[in-house]
């Protein structure tokens, strides 16, 4: 039975086709990041508290990442914002560029300040707070979205208690027989 959605290649032709541009070296200088990352608190559709932007590797295509397996996002938090417990497949590992504040990753509280760096594993349930009462807090997260996107298995549940969201594209035309 033959399907308009599948192919049979060659070896040759599989491995041609395999094969990924290279990711060249950049960078994303501070300067650039912090009004975006500013402006996306107002913006951004978690809370009114938190801002949240993502570094992109326009090499990486519609992997949207750093680099094909790794992705970068900023987050600022406003003083005394504390958002909703929520997880995702993916790992977090958090680094913290500015401020102070808790997080509590599966009912554990975990204290950082700058310069601290934090793992929330995969579908672990967590939570950020800020402790200050005038300074913004900054966390890189690092993820693996890449990865978990290419593979069909990034899913969010965000915030606790919402039904999990399967977060992939679906094919604007299906075939219906």
């Known amino acids: 039975m033959s399907d308009q959605r599948t192919a049979i290649i060659s070896y040759r032709e599989f491995l041609s086709k395999s094969r990924k541009p290279m990711v060249r070296a950049c960078s994303w200088k501070w300067k650039d990041i912090y ?22 590797h326009k090499d990486t295509g519609d992997a949207l990442g750093v ?17 909703k417990p929520h997880r995702h497949t993916n790992v977090a590992l ?9 997080s509590i990753v599966d ?17 672990s349930e967590h939570e950020h707070c800020n402790t200050s009462d005038t300074e913004d807090a900054i966390l890189f997260t690092f993820q693996d979205v890449p990865v978990l996107t290419s593979m069909g298995t990034w899913f969010l ?5 919402t039904p999990p969201r399967h977060i992939v594209k679906k094919e ?4 219906q027989r």
Do not use: C, Y
């Open 107 to 123: 009912g554990e509280k975990i204290e950082w300040e700058k310069g601290d760096l934090f793992l929330a594993p995969p579908w």
């Open 67 to 83: 680099s094909p397996t790794m992705n970068v996002v900023v987050q600022i938090f406003k003083p005394g914002e504390h958002n």
């Open 94 to 102: 958090n680094l913290v560029f500015q401020g102070k504040g808790f």
């Open 157 to 161: 549940e965000e915030p606790i208690g």
């Open 172 to 175: 604007a035309q299906t075939n």
């Open 35 to 56: 009004p975006v990352l500013n402006e996306s608190v107002s913006e951004d559709f978690l809370e009114a508290g938190r801002g949240t932007i993502s570094l992109v």
